[in-house]
């Protein structure tokens, strides 16, 4: 099925470890993004990207690395976890221009301990 | 840069009653707006989006909203409620098409009684 596939969908990581979140998508899209879900915060945005080779940050970035070799993937690097990364990680794609909204990944709890 | 507020984290209603959720946005161009669903564990999924022309939009499930520019606003509506409705939703705003970002209001959590 078309759409954003994350893995892991589940991961716990102890204090100092390091891991890469996986985002792979099949629409060809230019536009893809990382967000974070805390409780009573939305959705904040940590990197995102407009097309291969191109990367940027969002409002959250400190903590995480990216890069986009291809079209279709997107990974997210967790550099050395904290307990404050705790959350739910969503990656999500778009086409040009964002008028069509965005299709989201069903995404990746991670807890941090 | 853009900002989104939704006024309410929580609304309870009955099974049949009226659905609002208000958002309000901030934007230094003319925005793009989105409403986003997420159910229990699961992503979010489109509910509906304005860009441009009619400033009323119907989107899934029955939902409805409208943009009020002079208000700043985008409500979603929805004029009878259903117990598969109990969700939390998103309003999201982007800076048009020079923008693909998106802002995200706080959530609302709808709860729908029998």
């Known amino acids: 099925n078309a759409g954003v596939t994350q893995t892991p969908k589940f991961q716990v990581l102890k204090t100092g470890q390091s891991m890469t979140l996986q985002c792979a998508q099949d629409?060809?899209?230019?536009?893809m993004s990382w967000y974070r879900q805390d409780p009573g915060m939305g959705l904040r945005l940590i990197h995102y990207s407009v097309g291969a080779g191109i990367t940027d940050q969002g409002e959250v970035p400190n903590g995480y690395n990216v890069s986009r070799s291809t079209t279709e993937d997107f990974p997210l690097r967790l550099l050395s976890a904290a307990p404050s990364q705790t959350s739910v990680y969503f990656c999500a794609s778009g086409g040009t221009g964002g008028a069509y909204g965005y299709t989201f990944g069903s995404g990746t709890r991670l807890t941090v301990v | 840069a853009q900002s989104v507020t939704q006024l309410g984290s929580h609304v309870s209603v009955s099974e049949g009653a009226l659905v609002l959720l208000r958002c309000n946005y901030s934007?230094?161009?003319?925005?793009?707006l989105f409403w986003y669903v997420q159910y229990p564990n699961q992503g979010l999924q489109l509910l509906l989006k304005?860009?441009?022309?009619?400033?009323l939009v119907k989107g899934i499930n029955g939902f409805e909203a409208e943009f009020k520019k002079s208000e700043t606003s985008f409500h979603l509506t929805k004029p009878s409620a259903h117990m598969s409705d109990a969700a939390e939703y998103f309003c999201a705003v982007s800076e048009g098409s020079n923008d693909y970002k998106l802002s995200f209001g706080a959530g609302t959590t709808v709860t729908v009684r029998a």
């Open positions: 629409m060809n899209h230019e536009y």
């Open positions: 304005y860009t441009t022309g009619a400033t």
């Open positions: 934007s230094s161009v003319p925005p793009y």
